[in-house]
Structure formats: C-alpha cells, structure tokens
C-alpha cells in the first residue's frame, strides 16, 4: 500500500508563493500518476495539478496555468506543487492524490475518482 503526507502549507500574502511537498511510501513503484486538489472552505474538492510519472505533459486546471507548477523528485517519490502569485481565493486545505496499483484507476486526470490514495492535506491560508 502507498501513503501519502503531505507539507509545506501556511499563511502568505496575496501574491505570494509556497512550495507544496508530497512524500510517498510504500509501494510507491505501483503509482502511476499524482495530483493535487484543494477544497476551499464550504466549497467542493476541485483539481490543481497531474503528472504521470513516466513521461508525458503535466496537467493544470485553468484557474492555476502559469502560476502553479506541479514536479517531481528524481526518485520519483516525492512531488511538489510550486503556488506562485497565490490569491486568497486560493485558501484551503491542498490534498495529494495518487493512482496506485492494484485497481489503479483510469480516466482523465483532473477527477478524484481516478486516484485511490490520498493523503490529508495541508492547509494553504492567503491574505489579502
């Protein structure tokens, strides 16, 4: 099984940047692909971020493009969400999600239902 922890979340300024970390362990050659969500406050899990961590495009949500930038670590054990020019409409708790064998989910990438691990999230606050 895979396990997923999730830092790096805080208080910044309107405009600021945070860097996101995601640690995996376990059997983390059975993940595929990871992402993160985030919830802000009385509102529904939305997605950020995807990458698959073989080759291919990372994945980024319209609001994010250009801002946010989703990577990983050589390992590939590890993967960070970089939260540049952030906006308090940007307050939440940001989730790290993974699609791990066995019953690794398929579909697209920016649904929850496409990723069985998650972790607990950090809490990301943005003042204006």
């Known amino acids: 099984q895979v396990q997923l922890v999730e830092s790096g979340g805080g208080s910044v300024q309107a405009g600021g940047s945070l860097r996101l970390s995601c640690v995996a362990s376990?059997?983390?050659?059975?993940?595929?692909?990871m992402a993160w969500f985030r919830q802000a406050p009385g509102k529904e899990r939305e997605f950020v971020a995807a990458?698959?961590?073989?080759?291919?495009?990372?994945l980024y949500a319209d609001a994010v493009k250009g801002r946010f930038t989703i990577s990983r670590n050589i390992a590939g054990n590890t993967v960070y969400l970089q939260l540049n020019s952030v906006k308090p409409e940007e307050t939440g708790v940001y989730y790290c999600a993974a699609a791990a064998m066995p019953g690794a989910p398929s579909g697209d990438a920016s649904e929850e239902s496409s990723y069985n691990i998650w972790g607990r999230g950090t809490q990301v606050t943005v003042s204006s």
């Open positions: 376990g059997r983390t050659n059975s993940m595929n692909r």
């Open positions: 990458m698959r961590l073989s080759m291919g495009p990372s």
